[in-house]
C-alpha cells in the first residue's frame, strides 16, 4: 500500500470517526433532552402540590388553635407583661398551657385545658414584690367530634382551682365550678365564648372566698400562609367584689416550622376596658406554642 493510500484511508477513518461522535453525540444529547424534560414534567407539577399541602397544613393548625376543643396537642408558652399598678407597679406573668386531647369514644373527645401561672410582681401589692407560682386552673372539656349540623361547636365538663400558690400569689384554697365553650368556624372564621364560675370549696382558715365568672367572647380570621388575626376579651367578674376587669386583647399569630416541629408564634398587645382601683392600664402578650398534630 503506498503512502498515498494509508493517508487516504487514515483521513477516511477519521472522518468516519468524527461523523460517528458528531452522531453519537447528538443522538445521546436528543436522550438526554429527552429524560430532562420528562423528569421536569414529572417533577414541576409536584413542587406546588407540596407547597400548597404545606400551606394547606399551616392553615389547619391555625384554625385549630382557634378552636379551644380541637384535636390538637399543643404546649403553648404565654408571657404577658402588664402596668400601671397603682403609681409604679408592673407584673409579668408565664401562663404554660398544655392542651391534651383524649378520645373516649367513637363520638367524644375530653379536652384537658392545664393553665399554670409563673410569676414575678412588683409593687402590685404596694411595698413589696413576689415570685413564684400561682394556682392552677384545670379544665376538662367533653365535646362531641363533630359539629352539629348547623356547624355549631361546643364542649362542657368541669373547672378546678388549684392551690398551688406561693409567695402569696395563690387564693390558698381549692374551687371549682362548671365551663363550657360554645363557636362556629365558618370559611377563614372562628368566632365564639369560652366561660367558666369558680367558688372555693376547701382550703385553710384563712382562704380567700372567691365566687368568680370568667368569659371570653373571641373572633379570629384566618389570613391563609398560617396566619391569623385575632381579638378576645378575657373578662373576670368578682362576685365576692362587685367588680370587671375586662382587658380587650388584639393578636397576630404565625404557624411555622422549626426542622420537624410545628410551631406557632402569637404577638398582641391589650388595654383594661374596666378593671378595679389600682389595677394595669396596658398589656403586651408574646406566645410560643409547640403543636404535635396527629
Known sequence: MTATHKA????LVHACHRSWRRTASYAWRKVCKSRLWICTSLLVPCLPV???AQEHDADALAKALSNPVAALVSVPIQYNYDETFGEEGYRNLVN????VPVSISEHWNMISRTILPVIYQQDVIPGSDQAGIGDIT???FFSPKEPTPSGLIWGVGPALLLPTGTDNLG???WGA???AVVLVQKDAW???ALANHIVDVAGSDRRADISSTFLQPFLTKGLGHGRTLGANIESTYDWKGGQWTVPLNLFYSKVSKIG???VSYQGGVRTYLDKPEGGPEWGVRFTFSLLFPK
Open 8 to 11: 487516504s484511508k487514515s483521513g
Open 138 to 140: 384545670q379544665s376538662l
Open 50 to 52: 407540596t407547597a400548597d
Open 96 to 99: 404554660i398551657q398544655p392542651v
Open 190 to 192: 372562628t368566632y365564639g
Open 260 to 262: 420537624s416541629q410545628m
Open 171 to 173: 387564693a390558698d384554697t
Open 177 to 179: 365550678g362548671p365551663t
